[in-house]
């Protein structure tokens, strides 16, 4: 019988392109001021964590754990102003903006309403209520974007000892980008993820069932590979991502393989042999193809889609609204154990990509104003990777 011989570079890219190799521990622990620990003991428990590292007052403890709100690309764009004991402000990082991509700052704002809602849920478990108000001075063009806050916080003692029963899943809230397995997802678990969402602003829709999910795959896998093989797209992923352990934890912001789902010596062979940061390199016709690929294998293992509708007047208010709700529902999912992953390729505003949207419009039946805000996976899977953030300093001004 003949047998396929292979080079070890062959062997090692068949393995990391199909999944072959599985993820195990690394072999080497490096150490840093910020490292793997630090990363996973803020998640853990952040309020302990902001206590630990001198933070003192409720709001600095608040604001330190909002910043563990996701964000597009792990960009973390927020600037914060403490105004008193009791307040501060909120602008966007106008450094931190995505424009090729995201060039009327939709999911730039989605990430500020993310940020808000989990300094609420924050403040509620040290007994605070709080009152946001949006945009108190107006709405920033895009090129001036940062110069008005997007929000004032402010917060004062809880009359009644009522809470919120989202933010104890918040250690377990991650953007889970491993290839899924297992049960399709049901109707009985949606259902319970719009009760614990109890969304005040989104209509939150479901594709479940295998036929269903695949007549939406041809337009998720075709919208990404359009931003990968645009040169200005796909230099957006390039310039945030971060290869090395040290650059993760100095930088403490950006992509990751690890965060990509590939850890291990899959990510060790991934990261030697074919990962190249290089402007070359990293726009190679090997090096899209690999990414590409990626992608098919997550989004086919999905297990159920979810939608977030708006309908309305589609600005900067309802966007910072969107991430609100949105924040809800990925806490939502980590309380269930339900892994989940945005795809929102097929939803962002260069002209290039608009196209997909009206596609995904199309089979999802809306009409008129109707608006998909954004779109993501639903599924099983029990990798764990906890994504980096910077330090209060950093975002204070």
């Known amino acids: 019988m003949k047998q396929d011989r292979f080079s070890r570079k062959s062997f090692l890219q068949k393995g990391f392109r199909t999944g072959a190799i599985v993820s195990l521990a ?53 600037k914060i102003k403490i105004e008193s004991d009791s307040s501060f402000l909120l602008y966007g990082d106008p450094k931190r903006q995505l424009l090729s991509i995201d060039p009327v700052n939709r999911q730039f704002y989605h990430t500020q309403g993310c940020f808000l809602e989990l300094a609420k849920l924050a403040a509620d478990s040290l007994m605070f209520d709080a009152k946001i108000n949006l945009f108190p001075k107006g709405i920033d063009s895009v090129s001036k974007t940062g110069s008005s806050p997007v929000a004032e916080f402010r917060i004062s003692p809880k009359d009644l000892c009522v809470h919120d029963f989202l933010f104890p899943s918040l250690p377990k ?25 109890n969304a005040s602003f989104l209509d939150i829709r479901f594709v479940l069932g295998k036929k269903e999910i695949e007549s939406f795959l041809p337009t998720l896998q075709n919208s990404f590979a359009q931003e ?9 992923t390039r310039v945030w991502f971060r290869k090395s352990k040290e650059e993760i934890y100095s930088k403490r912001d950006g992509l990751t393989l690890e965060g990509n789902g590939i850890s291990g010596i899959k990510g060790w062979a991934a990261k030697k042999f074919f990962l190249d940061l290089s402007y070359d390199g990293w726009h190679s016709e090997a090096s899209k193809a690999a990414s590409i690929d990626l992608f098919k294998n997550q989004s ?52 290039e990509s608009l196209v997909f949207h009206e596609e995904i419009k199309s089979l999802l039946g809306l009409k008129g104003t109707e608006r998909v805000q954004l779109l993501g996976r639903l599924g099983r899977s029990s990798y764990k990777y906890d994504s980096t953030r910077r330090g209060l300093e950093e975002i204070l001004i």
């Open 26 to 78: 690394p072999l080497v622990s490096e150490i840093f001021a910020y490292g793997e620990e630090d990363a996973v003991s803020f998640r853990e428990n952040p309020i302990l964590y902001a206590e630990k590292i001198g933070l003192k007052r409720p709001i600095e403890k608040i604001i330190l754990t909002a910043t563990l709100a996701p964000n597009s690309h792990n960009t973390q764009p927020w």
């Open 173 to 197: 809230r991650q953007m889970n980008r491993s290839v899924y397995s297992g049960d399709w997802i049901t109707k009985k678990e949606t259902d319970k993820l719009l009760h614990l969402t």
């Open 228 to 236: 990968t093989n645009l040169t200005a797209q796909n230099e957006v």
């Open 300 to 351: 086919n293992s999905s297990k159920g889609l979810v939608f977030f509708v708006t309908k309305g007047k589609d600005d900067a208010k309802e966007w910072v609204k969107t991430g609100m709700d949105f924040m809800r529902f990925t806490l939502a999912c980590a309380g269930e154990n339900i892994a989940f992953h945005t795809m929102n390729q097929a939803l962002e505003d260069y002209p």
